[in-house]
T-cell receptor, first 111, second 116 residues
Framework: EDKVVQSPLSLVVHEGDTVTLNCSYE??????LLWYKQEKKAPTFLFML????IEKKSGRLSSILDKKELFSILNITATQTGDSAVYLC???????????FGTGTRLTIIP | GAVVSQHPSWVICKSGTSVKIECRSL??????MFWYRQFPKQSLMLMAT?????????EQGVEKDKFLINHASLTLSTLTVTSAHPEDSSFYIC????????????FGPGTRLTVT
């Protein structure tokens, strides 16, 4: 059974700090890893990672995948209060094309 | 583009009644839609995969007679919670996969169900 573990479960930092969120996984036949941001409603897509070592970047957010060690990190630099959310990591298995989500990391940015 | 809507956004119902939640892809066609449930401070748990014109595939532990899924068209899937109980209170989220994609999913805004 596919499994996704995220750490830390929650994180509180001050505005301007840099944070690193972790996601490790076990999957039968890895296709892709995705990061989502969830505020009050449904998740919004951030990144999809398929290849190792290639950083994906969008503004202050970046992410990278290590397929050998089976993990990914999501970095947020110069954090703002609007970054407060739950960040979800999910994997897709080639066999069934379903998303398996981790428990998420609840990030709180203090002004 | 790629907008998914859900209706209603929130609903309160009495124990023993049934509730229907609609999931629509507004600007694309989706052969596959997914239904998730999310309890407070927990992650999304896949309940079932819904394919247009065929029976839904339920995840282990999800009662198919309690959570009826119908995917009658390429833009609409419905989830009916039958004989609702307070423990069914949760946030229900659907997602839709465009026909031309094998992995993308676009999420709806969710429906918060409270059973009293």
């Amino acid at each position: 059974e596919d499994k996704v573990v995220q750490s830390p479960l929650s994180l509180v930092v001050h505005e301007g700090d840099t944070v690193t969120l972790n996601c490790s996984y076990e999957v039968t036949n890895f296709r892709s890893l995705l990061w989502y941001k969830q505020e009050k409603k449904a998740p919004t897509f951030l990144f999809m990672l398929t290849s190792s070592g290639i950083e994906k970047k969008s503004g202050r957010l970046s992410s990278i995948l290590d397929k050998k060690e089976l993990f990914s990190i999501l970095n947020i630099t110069a954090t703002q209060t609007g970054d407060s959310a739950v960040y979800l990591c999910a994997i897709i298995d080639f066999g069934n094309e379903k998303l398996t989500f981790g428990t998420g990391t609840r990030l709180t940015i203090i002004p | 583009g790629a907008v998914v809507s859900q209706h209603p956004s929130w609903v309160i119902c009495k124990s023993g009644t049934s509730v229907k939640i609609e999931c629509r892809s507004l600007d694309f066609q989706a052969t596959t839609m997914f239904w998730y449930r999310q309890f407070p401070k927990q992650s999304l748990m896949l309940m079932a995969t819904s394919n247009e014109g065929s029976k839904a595939t339920y995840e282990q532990g999800v009662e198919k007679d309690k959570f009826l899924i119908n995917h009658a068209s390429l833009t609409l899937s419905t989830l009916t919670v039958t004989s609702a109980h307070p423990e069914d209170s949760s946030f229900y989220i659907c997602s839709a996969r465009p026909i031309q994609s094998s992995y993308e999913q676009y999420f709806g805004p969710g429906t918060r169900l409270t059973v009293t």
